[in-house]
């Protein structure tokens, strides 16, 4: 029989932050687990609230490629293209001091006008499932939406304000109308 090593299992080695007191308090902080994962908190809780991430968050990791030549409009540092939450997008290179962030589908190209209210412009967005839609920025005045991006031509056939692309296909988006180029 092999002989099991007991030191894997040694809980009495301890770690840096077990000696550690806490800075609000002067009580000793403990390992604690919650939904975002592990963390330190006071062993005086609830008369003490204090609470420290285990580790500490790097904001420079999350920097994909910097953009040479391009430049932050609130602060006039270097752009570039970070990977977030919800996929990636074009940040500032001095976040936390600036927090300027642009969408990385967006060229720069303007939309069209609301076909129904004629007042707003219909602006991308992005569904809570990470689908790409369209819609009109005077919500909840007005509720128009289309899934495929609008483009700035009437329809010949009904007169409808704008053509949708669609699968490389330019089509109204006018219910019954059918039109196809």
């Known amino acids: 029989m092999s002989k099991i090593d007991s030191s894997l299992f040694n809980t009495q080695e301890s770690a840096s932050w077990e000696q550690e007191a806490c800075p609000q308090c002067g009580a000793n902080l403990e390992l604690r687990h919650g939904k975002h994962g592990a963390f330190l908190g006071c062993a005086a809780y609830p008369a003490c609230d204090y609470l420290r991430p285990l580790k500490v968050i790097e904001h420079d990791q999350d920097i994909e490629k910097v953009l040479e030549g391009s430049e932050c409009p609130q602060c006039q540092h270097s752009l570039a293209i970070k990977k977030g939450r919800f996929g ?20 720069g190209q303007a939309e069209p006008s609301c076909p129904i209210c004629s007042k707003g412009q219909l602006v991308a967005r992005t569904s809570r499932y990470g689908k790409r839609f369209y819609a ?5 005045d007005c509720r128009f939406v ?35 180029e």
């Open 146 to 180: 289309v899934n495929d991006k609008p483009l700035d031509k009437r329809c010949p056939n009904c007169d409808f304000a704008i053509l949708v692309e669609r699968k490389g296909q330019v089509q109204c988006p006018k219910k019954g109308c059918g039109y196809q």
């Open 136 to 140: 009109c920025n005077h919500y909840p």
């Open 88 to 107: 990636l997008f074009i940040g500032c290179t001095h976040y936390p001091d600036c927090n300027h962030i642009a969408d990385i589908n967006d060229q």
